[in-house]
C-alpha cells in the first residue's frame, strides 16, 4: 500500500531579511586620567559614580615640588616687601625693587604651574568610574591600572562619557556591505528585554580579521538616563530590505541527525523524491529556502513514512 502524504506548494514570496548580533556595551569616551607630576593624592573631590562637569577639578595633590614653589615664592614676597620699605626709605635704589618684583612674578608664575600640574581636570562632561588610587598614596608616572580586565594603563582616575554608549559587534566580511546604509537599528540590552533602544551605527573598523573574517562594528545609542552600563551584554536587530525567496513550511523540513544538513520531500509525478534544501532565513513557522522551485509540490504531512523514489498517493483533504 502507498504511503499517503499532503502537500503545500512552495511559493516565492517577498521578505525583509533580519541580521542578529550580540556584543557588550562601551563607553562612548573613556580616559585614565593622571596629574602630570608625582606626588600624594591630598583630595579626591568626586566620589565613585558621581557625575563631573567638563573643567571641574576632580583630584588634588601635594608634592615636594607644589612644596618647594610655596615655599620660594614665601620667601620672596617677604624680601619684596622688606627691599621695598628701604626703597621707600631712600636706603636702597629703585633697581633692586624692580628686580626683586621680576622675581616675585616668576615665583608666582611656578606656583600657578605646579599648582596646575597638580590637579586632575575633567577634559569632559563625564562619570568617574573608579578611583584607581585612594587618598594619601602616592602617584608615581609608572602606576599600572589595579584592576584584573583593564588595560594596565597610568591614572588616578578611570572617567567616562555614559550619556552615549557603544555597542561594538562583530560583522561577517558578506554582510558589512548589506547594513552599510542602515540607518535605524533596533538595540535591546539583556537587562532590559523589553526596552527597545534606537542606535544608529557610529563606525566600522577598517580592518577584516584574518581569523574570523569579521570586523567590529560600533552602533551608537542615546544613554542618557544611564539605564546601560559599561559591560552589559546588548543584542541588535538590521533589517535589510525586502528579497525574494521559496517559502516552505517549517514542518515540512527534516534534519538529519549530528548535522546541519536539512532536506524535504517533493511530489514528483506521484513519487516522493528527496532534496537539499539551504536554509536562508527562519520566519517562524516558514523557512526561506534555495533547493526548492517556485511551485513544487512539498511534502507536509506524512514525510516520516517515506523514503526517495518511492510512489505516494497525495491527499490534501
Do not use: C, W
Not at 633692586?96 to 590637579?119: G, I, P, W
Not at 546588548?234 to 517549517?250: N, T
Amino acid at each position: 500500500k502507498k504511503p499517503v502524504v499532503a502537500t503545500v506548494e512552495a511559493k516565492e514570496e517577498s521578505y525583509s531579511p533580519v541580521l542578529e548580533f550580540g556584543g557588550s556595551f562601551k563607553p562612548f569616551r573613556e580616559a585614565n586620567l593622571s596629574a602630570r607630576m608625582p606626588g600624594k593624592i591630598k583630595k579626591i573631590h568626586y566620589r565613585e559614580g558621581a557625575t563631573v562637569p567638563k573643567g571641574s577639578v576632580i583630584v588634588t595633590l601635594s608634592g615636594e615640588m607644589a612644596e618647594a614653589a610655596e615655599a620660594e615664592l614665601e620667601a620672596v614676597e617677604k624680601d619684596y616687601e622688606r627691599v621695598k620699605d628701604l626703597v621707600d626709605s631712600g636706603v636702597l635704589p629703585q633697581q633692586q625693587l624692580d628686580h626683586l618684583e621680576a622675581k616675585l612674578n616668576a615665583s608666582k608664575a611656578k606656583v600657578k604651574m605646579t599648582k596646575e600640574n597638580m590637579e586632575i581636570i575633567a577634559p569632559f562632561d563625564g562619570m568617574v568610574a573608579e578611583h584607581m588610587l585612594r587618598e594619601g598614596e602616592e602617584f608615581m608616572l609608572l602606576n599600572p591600572g589595579l584592576t584584573p580586565g583593564f588595560s594596565h594603563a597610568n591614572g588616578i582616575i578611570r572617567f567616562m562619557d555614559l550619556n552615549r554608549l557603544f555597542l561594538e559587534i562583530q560583522v561577517d566580511e558578506k554582510e558589512l556591505p548589506l547594513i552599510q546604509k542602515i540607518k535605524d537599528i533596533e538595540v535591546v540590552a539583556d537587562a532590559y528585554p523589553d526596552t527597545k533602544i534606537k542606535g544608529k551605527i557610529y563606525s566600522t573598523e577598517t580592518l577584516v580579521s584574518v581569523i574570523s573574517r569579521t570586523a567590529v562594528v560600533k552602533i551608537e545609542i542615546n544613554n542618557a538616563k544611564k539605564l546601560i552600563k559599561p559591560g552589559m551584554f546588548g543584542r541588535v536587530k538590521i533589517s535589510l530590505p525586502e528579497v525574494k525567496a521559496v517559502m516552505i513550511p517549517r514542518l515540512s523540513v527534516i534534519r538529519q541527525a549530528g548535522t546541519n544538513q536539512f532536506h524535504v520531500f517533493v511530489i514528483e509525478n506521484g513519487t516522493a523524491v528527496l532534496k537539499n534544501v539551504e536554509i536562508i532565513e527562519d520566519l517562524g513557522d516558514f523557512y526561506a529556502v534555495k533547493g526548492i522551485e517556485n511551485g513544487e509540490a512539498v511534502v507536509s504531512a506524512g514525510k516520516t513514512k517515506l523514503r526517495d523514489g518511492v510512489s505516494v498517493t497525495v491527499s490534501n483533504k
